[in-house]
């Protein structure tokens, strides 16, 4: 069964400082591995998509990296609207569905 | 930029109602989906949906659960005889072509109360 362990659950961060999310998975035949931003009340929404080990992808201050085991998102100068839930998942061999994990509610403080 | 919407974006039932949740998805997408998030736990994936059949269902899909394209707009998650644990967040999400590396939009949720 696809597993996906996210750490750590909540990071607190001061405006600037830089930090990692970390997100583990256990899956048969990966077909990508996700990063969706959630804010309360509100759907996961896309961020990026890896699919194979080596590949990285950034976007404004976030940048997600991939392993055959885990993937991390780097945050680089974070700011307060960066503050929500992100969460990994993984798609395996079946159409559509993916495999989320806990997520890590990030909050930045100004 | 086109989006899922959901509705109703809260539901409140009585034990035992059928409750029917629906969605618009992105107009040229294929594959349709419902997840569901039990607060403060995971998103959970409940059924796929491609050329108006089931493609795939979890274990939580049970036979009080159907999914529905009514038209050719819509699509419909209804739970015949609603139970305490039915109560979550319910997203609605739709991809282009359904394959298995392609992101997912999803809307913004119905959260549905059963009491």
Same mark, same amino acid.
């Given at each position: 069964e696809d597993q996906v362990t996210q750490s750590p659950e909540a990071l607190r961060l001061q405006e600037g400082e830089s930090s990692s999310l970390n997100c583990s998975y256990t899956v048969s035949g990966l077909r990508g591995l996700f990063w969706y931003r959630q804010d309360p009340g509100k759907g996961p929404e896309f961020l990026f998509t890896l699919y194979s080990a080596g590949e990285e992808k950034e976007k404004e201050r976030l940048k997600a990296t991939l392993t055959k085991k885990e993937s991390f998102l780097h945050i680089t100068? +974070?700011? +307060? #609207? =960066?503050s929500a839930t992100y969460l990994c998942a993984v798609g395996n061999t079946n159409a559509g569905k993916s495999t989320f994990g806990d997520g890590t509610t990030l909050t930045v403080k100004p | 930029e086109p989006e899922v919407t959901q509705t109703p974006s809260h539901q409140v039932t009585q034990m035992g109602q059928e409750v029917i949740l629906r969605c618009v998805p992105?107009?040229? $997408?294929l594959y349709f989906y419902w997840y569901r998030q039990i607060l403060g736990q995971k998103v959970e994936f409940l059924v796929s949906f491609y050329n108006n059949e089931i493609s795939e269902k979890s #274990?939580?899909? =049970? =036979?009080q659960f159907s999914v529905e394209r009514p038209d050719g707009s819509n699509f419909t998650l209804k739970i015949r005889s609603t139970k305490l644990e039915d109560s979550a967040m319910y997203f609605c999400a739709s991809s282009l072509?359904? $394959?298995?590396n392609e992101k997912l939009f999803f809307g913004s949720g119905t959260q549905l109360s059963v009491l």
């Open positions: 100068a +974070p700011k +307060p #609207e =960066d | 992105i107009s040229n $997408h #274990e939580i899909f =049970d =036979d072509s359904g $394959h298995t």
